[in-house]
């Protein structure tokens, strides 16, 4: 098991906005209008069709990751558009936490790797690639392993969101893992991965200090705390 380390507390301040009276907005007191902003609850139904008309679509590049199409349809709004849209199997990310000491503040397994895209290391959390019609669940177990060696014997989902809409078919699904075993790490050839135990204050530290950049990574760390403290308010 590697050893378990925390960050140094970083000084942050904050500061009051003022909120720009736009002709959108208007404050009073604790209460805000809305004066030109449609109303309605958020996940309601909206009006136009759901589904789109698709023209065309044509394979300009396949790799390994991803393909890359180029798409002719009519949107469900009726809108006529061309679009070159990255198809992905979809992803898992794995927030395994140690919570035999601390439900409050577990420790969780970080991993820092090189990112040619991103031309820097980064902190992540452990996550891959589903093979094609490998079931979300089977796929973050198997990630866990490889990456890290840890296995877990309770496991739920947390979140599936989508990164990057405007051209990434990609979705995303986060997995809670607890109850951690320790074990060997199989990485692929291609993977030089450094991981290590965090506690979850020290790793939302390390978000305030900009020291995580990720998305996946920022996502689930701040989901998960929020929905924590939520439930102890209970």
């Known amino acids: 098991m590697p050893k378990k380390e925390s960050c140094k507390e970083a000084k942050t301040t904050s500061k009051s906005a003022k909120v720009p009276e736009d002709g959108r907005t208007e404050l009073k007191g604790k209460k805000a209008k809305l004066s030109k902003a449609k109303k309605g609850a958020l996940g309601a139904k909206p009006i136009a069709a759901e589904k789109e008309q698709l023209l065309s679509s044509q394979v300009v590049f396949e790799g390994p990751l991803f393909r890359v199409l180029r798409d002719k349809l009519i ?72 990456e890290t060696g840890y296995s877990a014997k309770k496991w739920r989902q947390l979140v599936e969101y989508y990164p990057s809409p405007g051209f990434l078919g990609e979705s995303m699904r986060i997995f809670v893992a607890e109850s951690l075993v320790a074990g060997a790490a199989r990485p692929e050839e291609d993977e030089r991965i450094e991981f290590r135990l965090v506690r979850l204050s020290d790793a939302l530290k390390m978000i305030e200090k900009g020291a995580i950049l990720d998305g996946k990574t920022l996502t689930g760390l701040l989901l998960y705390a929020r929905l924590q403290s939520r439930n102890e308010k209970k």
Request: proline fraction near 6%; glycine fraction near 6%; aromatic fraction near 6%.
């Open 75 to 146: 949107e469900p709004t009726g809108l006529e558009s061309d679009r070159d849209v990255v198809r992905h199997n979809g992803s898992v990310v794995i927030l395994a936490l140690d919570a035999s000491k601390s439900k409050k503040n577990p420790w969780l397994v970080i991993e820092r790797q090189y990112r040619h895209a991103a031309n820097q290391f980064l902190w992540e959390l452990p996550a891959g690639k589903l093979d094609a019609g490998e079931d979300p669940l089977a796929g973050a177990q198997r990630e866990l392993a490889e």
